[in-house]
């Protein structure tokens, strides 16, 4: 994967709809030098949309970089929040379940 893009149709193959069960939250993507794209949870479905939402329930901000290295498993994204990669805002605790929902 190289590109928020290639991120979006990767998701849309690992995406746990059991582990969505009963969820209705909305994951704001913040990429500081992409383009930003949200994911809205509602109970097992889920749509992604790029773009700023108008009320997520959680906002990660990070880069292009910490991203892609999230997403594919080879970054911690807990070593990443940590390090100071990955910046949360809202919910934190729901950015944990990122995870579960779309398993590396």
Known sequence: MSSVADILEQMKSKFNADA?????????????????????????NFDVQ???????SVTMI??????LGVMTGELDGMQAF???KLRVEGDMMLGLKLGELFPV
């Open 62 to 67: 990070m880069d292009t970089e910490t991203l």
């Open 82 to 84: 940590m390090g100071g």
């Open 50 to 56: 790029k773009g700023e939402h108008d009320d997520p």
């Open 20 to 44: 969505a069960a009963g969820m209705e939250n909305v994951f704001q993507f913040q990429v500081e030098d992409g383009d930003s794209f949200y994911v809205a949870i509602n109970d097992g």
